[in-house]
């Protein structure tokens, strides 16, 4: 790992033409610069250090029960067939993601967005969506035993009996 420091000085200059006047003035930053080759990136914007370690562990083997991924951002994620069973998806963004088939059983998912998810015959049993976004999501076939949903945006929700 290389890190650097670097002072930067950026000169601004504004030319009023017609008057011939001329305006100047610089600002001073210090930056730091890092060379991290050593650490593995992906496309998924993550919030922490150990939710990346997490989120890399989610897309290699498949699952990540009981894993604390509040605030996580996996809008339009491929997650089809993942276990979540019982996962803090606190705040998590799982816009437009693909949950069809997920074991998202015992998972929190309060203040989570899922507007437009597809979780198609995902394993919702005990889910708590409380207050959750899932405004045009797919749940056809999902089982929503004992799912909480309360204060939930459902609308166009596709799936769900009410």
């Given amino acids: 790992m290389i890190i650097t420091t670097q ?10 033409l017609a008057s011939g006047l001329s305006i100047c003035y610089y600002k001073t930053e210090t930056t730091q610069a890092a060379n991290l080759k050593s650490l593995q990136t992906t496309t998924i914007a993550q919030a922490n250090p150990n939710q990346n370690e997490l989120i890399n562990r989610l897309l290699s083997t ?58 198609t015959g995902a394993n919702l049993t005990g889910a708590n969506f409380t207050k959750a976004d ?21 609308e166009g929700v596709t799936g769900l009996s009410r």
């Avoid at 002072?7 to 009023?16: G, R, V």
């Avoid at 899932?134 to 459902?154: H, K, Q, R």
């Fill in 62 to 119: 498949r699952e990540c029960q009981g894993c604390d991924l509040r605030d996580v951002d996996l809008e339009k994620a491929d997650l089809n067939g993942v276990d979540l069973s019982n996962a803090i998806l606190i705040d998590a963004d799982l816009d437009q993601a693909n949950l069809s088939n997920a074991n998202l059983s015992g998972a929190n998912l309060t203040d989570a967005d899922l507007e437009k998810a597809n979780l």
């Fill in 134 to 154: 899932l405004e045009g999501a797919n749940l056809t076939n999902a089982d929503v035993t004992n799912a909480e949903f309360t204060d939930a945006d459902l």
């Fill in 7 to 16: 002072k930067k000085i950026t000169l601004f200059a504004i030319t009023m």
